[in-house]
């Protein structure tokens, strides 16, 4: 059983921390609203006042943070896990950022003798509750054998890509494939409505064939019953699709559907629902088709 510390309870965040708990890890924790430390405080774990506090007393400390500036803070800034990790230990970084980013930040902790696994996640906060996440690693083999009885607690489908930024590269591959399945499971979906046939019975139908997809299955049942609650914020997924065209800039690469579907995005953020699931991408199809839900 591993000493941890876990900066970042939010959506996926908090439940994350729990299933290391119920694995019986010992944790240390910090979130921003003291709030959010209070279900973990009273599940076992010790509520820290910074990152620097978690993370002495921590071997490996693990960040589920919104964007790349959140995570620099977290490790680097002035009550950073820098001013607190021993040598020796690890960081794992499980947001998502950009890929050069988690490049650079493992290459100034390992200066100061610090690791760092940059491993991100896919399967929303369904899959955090469950412990069902699939997990994309990138860092040294031998630190990612060192951590994989944490990532085990709370995932299923754990690979070590390659070396630092690679989870980072698959996680930003992960969010092409989402994007543009949302948007033709939200396109499809719009047709079916608009053509006066049931849209339930239509996902029902496809969902036995190649058309069959999770994207289809969670998001398509989210947009036939309007639940747009979030699993996952749109603003965050907007977040990940820049990411995405940054790399596409810096590697001078086309990708045409990405970039469609980062406009989509856009507009639904714009339009006020970026704390809305990304499901919520089928409102702006049925705007531009001149349907109300």
């Not at 994989?148 to 590269?169: D, K, S, T, W, Y």
């Not at 749109?234 to 579907?261: C, F, T, W, Y």
Request: glycine letters at 12%.
């Amino acid at each position: 059983m591993a000493n941890v510390a876990f900066i970042g309870l939010g959506i996926m965040g908090r439940p994350m921390a729990l299933n290391l708990l119920r694995a019986g890890h010992a944790l240390w924790v910090h979130g921003r609203r003291p709030e959010t430390m209070a279900p973990l405080a009273e599940a076992g774990a010790t509520a820290c006042a910074s990152p620097a506090e978690a993370a002495r007393h921590a071997e490996v400390s693990i960040v589920m943070v919104s964007d790349t500036p959140d995570v620099e803070q977290v490790i680097f800034g002035d009550f950073g896990i820098v001013h607190g990790a021993r040598a020796g230990s690890a960081v794992v970084d499980m947001s998502t950022i950009s890929p050069g980013a988690a490049r650079a930040f493992a290459a100034e902790l390992r200066q100061g003798g610090v690791e760092m696994l940059d491993a991100p996640v896919s399967g929303g906060e369904a899959g955090a509750i469950a412990a069902t996440l699939s997990i994309m690693a990138g860092g040294r083999p031998e630190v990612f054998e060192r951590v994989r009885p944490l990532f085990e607690a709370m995932g299923r489908n754990i690979v070590l890509v390659g070396g630092n930024g690679a989870g980072q590269v698959a996680k930003a591959c992960n969010q092409v494939v989402i994007a543009a399945t949302l948007q033709g499971v939200a396109e499809a979906l719009t047709l079916a409505r608009r053509s006066g046939v049931d849209a339930a019975r239509v996902r029902e139908a496809l969902m036995g064939g190649f058309a069959g997809s999770r994207i289809l299955e969670v998001h398509g049942k989210r947009m036939i019953e309007r639940d747009f609650r979030p699993g996952f914020k749109s603003r965050l997924h907007q977040k990940d699709l820049n990411i995405v065209m940054q790399a596409a800039r810096e590697l001078g690469l086309a990708l045409p559907g990405a970039a469609l579907s980062m406009q989509y995005m856009n507009a639904l953020v714009g339009s006020g629902d970026g704390e809305f699931d990304s499901a919520a991408l089928v409102k702006i199809v049925e705007r531009m088709s001149g349907l109300e839900p």
